[in-house]
């Protein structure tokens, strides 16, 4: 049973469907968000998971980063999940935790890494999108993907309606990825994945 963190900033659908699934495998200890009223909070709570905010502002990245670490430690987490938390982390925050660190992308990454993902998907009139689950590694959302679910684009889609047909996969995508992290099914190897 691994005892796993949740970084959040905003509303926490994926934290919602991270909390439901909860099995043998992991049980969510902590949820630390860095803005005050994000949505997320009040699930965490409502399902008696201890919460904590770490507000961001007048910080620099490695002081934010610290407290992050700290409040961490303290807690026991041994995985961390970033479920739409929208800071980037240090480099050396991120190789702290490299391999119990994870995050959701709302695209099939390699492609569309950082931001406006479903702006630049119809822009580019792609036929698919979908989800990536990967390893947090210090450049932004390059780490090694450990799960992902192709999406269709459909005609006529806007950044909403695509945002929202993904969105509906991640709840089901994150919490079989992290099963599969939180068992020992996969894990981060040499610079790569490894499913044992
Ligand atoms: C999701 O689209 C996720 O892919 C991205 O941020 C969004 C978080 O949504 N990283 P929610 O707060 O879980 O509802």
């Not at 450049?139 to 909403?160: C, N």
């Amino acid at each position: 049973m691994k005892r796993v963190a949740i970084l959040i900033s905003g509303r926490g659908t994926n934290l919602g469907a991270l909390i439901a699934a909860q099995d043998a495998s992991y049980k969510i200890i902590l949820v630390i968000s860095n803005v005050e009223d994000a949505g997320g909070l009040q699930k965490a709570r409502a399902a008696g998971i201890a919460t904590e905010v770490v507000p961001h502002g007048g910080k620099s990245r490695e002081a934010f980063d610290a407290e992050l670490d700290a409040a961490l430690r303290a807690a026991g987490a041994e995985l961390v999940v970033l479920a739409g938390f929208m800071r980037i982390l240090s480099d050396g925050f991120a190789r702290a935790w490299e391999g119990s660190l994870i995050n959701i992308h709302p695209s099939l990454l390699p492609a569309y890494r950082g931001t406006k993902v479903h702006e630049r998907v119809i822009a580019a009139r792609e036929a698919e999108s979908g989800a990536s689950v990967h390893f947090v590694v210090p450049e932004l959302d390059a780490g090694p993907v450990i799960a992902q679910v192709r999406v269709p684009v459909e005609p006529g889609d806007t950044p909403q309606s695509l945002a929202a047909r993904i969105l509906a996969v991640e709840h089901k995508l994150y919490p079989d990825a992290l099963k599969l992290l939180a068992s020992g099914k996969v894990r981060l190897g040499q610079d790569r994945t490894i499913f044992l």
